[in-house]
């Protein structure tokens, strides 16, 4: 199947399945973009060699080939693609820096927290899973509603008179959200709740380009119905109904005006990260230490859709999120680049700082650490080896026989994957479970041994002894409630 535009000799190839929101994303961005490409359907069931050998870690879909190598995770694309061809069609990440980690904010919670929130919808056993899944989702539009007033500056999409990131992102779960009312009864997209975004909806969806990747909802349906046959789910016949959910509105407004005022947590890893790109640029701010127990209302205030650390307050302007927040550092101030220069390392670095987040730390901390038995343990450091395992082997492949991820010097990876090795290492003293070794992993052993000894390490990243003693204080306090 050729894909928009295509012709004679190929220099871009997209492997997919048609109703994949993410696949759905990146031929909306090829097609905006005006980029001639050809487009693959894979097999879920039976996925080819080519999408195998094109992303050996996932084996998921969309994956770009681009000259023959390849570019997975749909949001790495989109930017790729920014960064790779920067004179075709829309900018999908605006000039500014803050707008740019305001944008890369909400599409990282498209997927975070719509997707997630969403999926029941598509796969729930009962009526009632779904719809209950539904008034869920409902909640989380009412939030992008909020951010599309804010972002749009009272312009026709996300990105403002343009298309942007935010808008593709979301866009590509259209035909989805639209389908979500036939497969369990609630009106997702509802326009007596949301009808910025239904208003938005209609413009994005009508795009030339857009239109014609994102499905009908019938055939959406089909796809559902096969899928869940696939797996012994009934299909749901449904009724008709609206949820109605109360007005919620989070005043984001910050009191005052700061230069630079980071929100963390000492042993936290995310902070850590932002606590030493900060320290590389030579920058000067204000850090207040966070209570988890006793969230300060400036937390809450700043981030009011995780309640999470790190936040950085620029001017007061809060980010949010770690690698949204270290990519605004690395892009707004001085000193030597944390990402790479040439966009294909770029989008790399960005594909294993996701794998780190997405597939590491739930096995390392929310397995290993916080395990009920000593099974479920036993299973999660099954899990947390084989990540490090895939890493040891994109170390070989991206260093080039050099001492860090980044090259000669620390960059956006070595910050990343080093922000955990302190507390790797309470885990090997608390369970005796050694995460990155000599034995298994000798390269990444070499690299955590060099970045252990950096100046850069050594000014910010707590030991393991502060890591215990959190551990230890929670166990207590848990203790006592009981």
Same mark, same amino acid.
Not at 48 to 57: D, F, G, Q
Not at 108 to 120: A, E, N
Not at 342 to 361: H, N
């Given at each position: 199947?050729?894909?928009?535009?295509?012709?004679?000799?190929?220099?871009?190839t997209?492997l997919?399945v048609?109703?994949?929101?993410?696949v759905?994303?990146?031929?909306?961005?090829?097609?905006?973009?005006?980029?001639?490409?050809?487009?693959?359907? /894979?097999?879920?069931?039976?996925?080819?060699?080519?999408l195998?050998?094109?992303?050996?870690?996932?084996?998921?879909?969309?994956?770009?080939?681009?000259?023959?190598?390849?570019?997975?995770?749909?949001?790495? *694309?989109?930017? +790729?693609?920014?960064?790779? =061809?920067?004179?075709?069609?829309?900018?999908?990440?605006?000039?500014?820096?803050?707008?740019?980690?305001v944008?890369?904010?909400?599409?990282?919670?498209?997927?975070?927290?719509?997707?997630?929130?969403? *999926?029941?919808?598509?796969?729930?056993?009962?009526?009632?899973?779904?719809v209950?899944?539904? &008034?869920?989702?409902?909640a989380?539009?009412?939030? =992008?509603?909020?951010?599309?007033?804010?972002?749009?500056?009272?312009?026709?999409?996300?990105?403002?008179?343009?298309?942007?990131?935010?808008?593709?992102?979301?866009?590509?779960?259209?035909?989805?959200?639209?389908a979500?009312?036939?497969m369990?009864?609630v &009106?997702?997209?509802?326009?007596?709740?949301?009808?910025?975004?239904?208003?938005?909806?209609?413009?994005?969806?009508?795009?030339?380009?857009?239109?014609?990747? *994102?499905?009908?909802?019938?055939r959406?349906?089909?796809?559902?119905?096969?899928?869940?046959?696939?797996?012994?789910?009934?299909y749901?016949?449904?009724?008709?109904? *609206?949820? =109605?959910?109360? #007005?919620?509105?989070?005043?984001?407004?910050?009191a005052?005006? #700061?230069?630079?005022?980071?929100?963390?947590?000492?042993?936290?890893?995310?902070?850590?990260?932002?606590?030493?790109?900060?320290?590389?640029?030579?920058?000067? +701010?204000? +850090?207040?230490?966070?209570?988890? @127990?006793?969230?300060? #209302?400036?937390?809450?205030?700043?981030?009011?859709?995780?309640?999470?650390?790190?936040?950085?307050?620029?001017n007061?302007?809060?980010?949010?999120?770690?690698?949204?927040?270290?990519?605004?550092? /690395?892009e707004?101030f001085?000193g030597?680049?944390?990402?790479?220069?040439?966009?294909?390392?770029?989008?790399?670095?960005?594909?294993?700082?996701?794998?780190?987040?997405?597939?590491?730390?739930?096995?390392?901390?929310g397995?290993?650490v916080?395990?009920k038995?000593?099974?479920?343990?036993?299973?999660?450091?099954?899990?947390?080896?084989?990540?490090?395992?895939?890493?040891e082997?994109?170390?070989? @492949?991206?260093?080039?026989?050099?001492?860090? =991820?980044?090259?000669?010097?620390?960059?956006?990876?070595?910050?990343?994957?080093?922000?955990?090795?302190?507390?790797?290492?309470?885990?090997?003293?608390?369970?005796?479970?050694?995460?990155?070794s000599?034995?298994?992993?000798?390269?990444?052993?070499?690299?955590?041994?060099?970045?252990?000894?950096?100046?850069?390490?050594k000014?910010?990243?707590?030991?393991?002894?502060?890591?215990?003693?959190?551990?230890?204080?929670?166990?207590?306090?848990?203790a006592?409630?009981?």
């Amino acid at each position: 199947m050729a894909g928009r535009e295509a012709t004679g000799v190929e220099e871009l190839t997209l492997l997919g399945v048609w109703a994949s929101p993410f696949v759905i994303r990146a031929r909306a961005a090829l097609n905006l973009k005006g980029l001639a490409y050809r487009y693959v359907e /894979d097999d879920l069931n039976s996925k080819s060699e080519l999408l195998l050998a094109s992303n050996p870690v996932h084996k998921k879909v969309p994956v770009l080939l681009h000259d023959g190598r390849a570019v997975c995770e749909s949001l790495v *694309i989109l930017e +790729y693609l920014d960064e790779a =061809f920067p004179s075709r069609g829309p900018h999908l990440l605006p000039d500014d820096p803050y707008d740019r980690a305001v944008a890369r904010f909400w599409a990282s919670y498209v997927d975070d927290k719509l997707f997630s929130t969403w *999926i029941p919808v598509y796969n729930g056993r009962t009526r009632e899973d779904r719809v209950e899944a539904a &008034r869920q989702v409902v909640a989380v539009l009412e939030k =992008f509603e909020q951010a599309l007033e804010e972002c749009s500056g009272g312009k026709a999409f996300f990105g403002g008179d343009g298309v942007g990131l935010v808008d593709v992102v979301l866009g590509g779960f259209l035909g989805w959200l639209r389908a979500s009312e036939a497969m369990c009864g609630v &009106r997702v997209l509802d326009p007596a709740k949301t009808p910025l975004l239904v208003a938005w909806a209609d413009r994005f969806g009508a795009l030339d380009g857009v239109e014609e990747v *994102i499905p009908g909802v019938q055939r959406l349906l089909e796809y559902n119905k096969m899928r869940r046959a696939l797996r012994g789910l009934p299909y749901i016949q449904t009724s008709h109904c *609206i949820v =109605f959910l109360k #007005e919620t509105r989070e005043n984001n407004t910050m009191a005052g005006k #700061e230069d630079l005022k980071l929100l963390g947590l000492l042993v936290s890893p995310f902070v850590v990260r932002v606590r030493m790109v900060l320290s590389m640029k030579g920058v000067s +701010y204000e +850090y207040v230490e966070e209570d988890l @127990k006793n969230k300060s #209302e400036l937390l809450l205030k700043s981030n009011p859709v995780h309640n999470k650390v790190p936040v950085l307050i620029h001017n007061g302007k809060p980010l949010c999120e770690s690698l949204v927040i270290v990519q605004y550092v /690395d892009e707004l101030f001085p000193g030597p680049s944390i990402l790479p220069t040439d966009p294909y390392a770029r989008a790399t670095a960005r594909f294993w700082a996701a794998y780190i987040d997405d597939k590491l730390f739930p096995a390392w901390y929310g397995g290993i650490v916080k395990a009920k038995t000593e099974d479920e343990r036993a299973e999660k450091v099954t899990e947390t080896l084989a990540a490090i395992a895939q890493i040891e082997e994109a170390f070989a @492949k991206c260093n080039e026989g050099k001492a860090f =991820f980044g090259g000669d010097s620390i960059g956006y990876l070595d910050i990343v994957l080093g922000s955990f090795l302190f507390w790797f290492e309470a885990v090997r003293r608390m369970y005796g479970v050694e995460i990155i070794s000599a034995s298994k992993t000798p390269l990444l052993a070499a690299w955590a041994e060099r970045f252990r000894e950096s100046a850069e390490a050594k000014e910010v990243v707590p030991g393991a002894d502060e890591a215990l003693q959190f551990v230890n204080k929670f166990a207590a306090a848990a203790a006592a409630a009981k």
